[in-house]
């Protein structure tokens, strides 16, 4: 017969707490996405959500900080899809499809324009927003596809090239998609993901698929 571990039940004072936290971030999200970075203050978020400068300090000690905690909360779903998409044993194109459609998918979405727009707008004056998304969202995927790479380099699937610099290639080919948006050439449907996905993948193979 099977163990069967009982979790711990949190208390109802830490419930609340992290239910309170949680509403600080669904409120930062909306206004970091709609008045950006510069401005977002905590004085203006504290009047939305209620309560005092110390309550909210004692969550976040900083804009930095809630920053950072944004970026992770809304990356860390895509984080897993794709983390997961590179773990099912499939064949390599459908893997790499399957990768370039989720990817596609996500970023050409209104939050990863959103998101987008704003790192590319407050970066510049604002280092620490650029530092923040890419080490909370942006470098996984880039780390997982390393890791990916390297392995199916080692099955000899791959051409033995740097892996860091395969997941570079892929991504500047699913990024290409994502700039014509930003550009205002129209949004893909999940259709065009889907034809862009297979493209891509393609081409990928073209480069770096043993000849």
């Known amino acids: 017969m099977e163990s069967i571990e009982n979790e711990v039940p ?12 949680q509403a600080i971030i669904e409120a930062a999200r909306t206004s970091f996405l709609e008045q950006g970075y510069a401005g977002t203050s905590m004085t203006a978020l504290i009047k939305t959500i209620g309560g005092s400068k110390a309550t909210l300090w004692s969550y976040f000690r900083s804009k930095e900080e809630l920053f950072a905690a944004v970026v992770e909360e809304v990356s860390g779903t895509f984080r897993a899809q794709l983390e997961q998409v590179l773990s099912i044993d499939h064949d390599l194109e459908t893997t790499l499809i399957d990768y370039c459609e989720a990817f596609l998918t996500k970023i050409t979405s209104p939050d990863g324009q959103a998101t987008w727009r704003l790192v590319v707008a407050e970066s510049g004056r604002f280092p620490e927003v650029g530092k923040i998304f890419y ?7 880039q780390g997982y596809l390393r890791a990916f790479f390297s392995r199916q380099i080692a099955s000899g699937k791959l051409i033995a090239e740097d892996p860091a610099i395969m997941a570079e290639t892929l991504t500047s080919l699913c990024v290409g998609q994502h700039l014509r948006m930003i550009w205002g050439f129209g949004e893909p449907t999940a259709e065009d993901c889907k034809l862009s996905a297979r493209r891509y993948a393609r081409w990928f193979l073209k480069a770096y698929a043993p000849g």
């Open 10 to 21: 949190i208390s109802r004072r830490e419930s609340r707490k992290q239910d309170r936290r």
């Open 135 to 141: 080490e909370k969202a942006a470098s996984h995927p």
